[in-house]
């Protein structure tokens, strides 16, 4: 067997991951065919990852104009501890008031914590500016140097 293979998490495994609370790097391609790549808290939207982000940024005119999109969540400080998942697929823009109250909601609670009626009408706040992004998933690398079990 391979060494990529050894490491390599299953479908379970990276869904678990990726309910951690961790941080999605985000790639999309700028107008001068560079990528742009920016950090984003994340969500869910049914089981797909997703995030909102103001609808003038820059992610979001790249994602207008070509959807492609690859993500990054990775942990570990040390080569054994090595953990992550790479995305690869494409962006949906989403401008409707209810899913974007959604998705901002689902990051509120990965990372500030519940959401009540205060934390509902802060997200709808915040939102009136955003937009949300569905991450459509076409393919999926995963590693977990843990399962190395220290030998490399």
């Known amino acids: 067997m391979s060494r990529r293979e050894l490491i390599k998490m299953t479908g379970e495994e990276q869904a678990e991951y990726l309910r ?5 790097n985000v790639a999309t391609i700028g107008p001068d ?18 995030f909102w982000t103001y609808g003038r940024s820059q992610k979001i005119a790249n ?17 054994a501890e090595l953990k992550g998942v790479e ?5 949906e823009v989403i401008d409707d008031r209810d899913t974007i109250q959604a998705v901002g909601e689902s990051v509120w609670e ?7 009626d205060a ?9 009136a ?20 079990a220290g030998g490399y």
Do not use: C, N
């Open 20 to 24: 951690g609370r961790h941080v999605l």
């Open 33 to 50: 065919g560079r990528v742009h790549l920016v950090a984003m808290w994340y969500g869910f939207l049914d089981d797909d990852i997703a």
């Open 63 to 79: 994602l207008r104009r070509d959807p492609a999109m690859t993500g990054l969540v990775e942990t570990g400080d040390d080569y």
């Open 87 to 91: 995305l690869v697929g494409r962006g």
């Open 110 to 116: 990965r990372y500030t914590g519940p959401v009540d």
């Open 119 to 127: 934390a509902r009408q802060a997200v709808q706040a915040v939102g």
């Open 129 to 148: 500016k955003r937009v949300a992004v569905r991450f459509v998933v076409d393919k999926a690398v995963s590693w977990d140097h843990g399962k190395l």
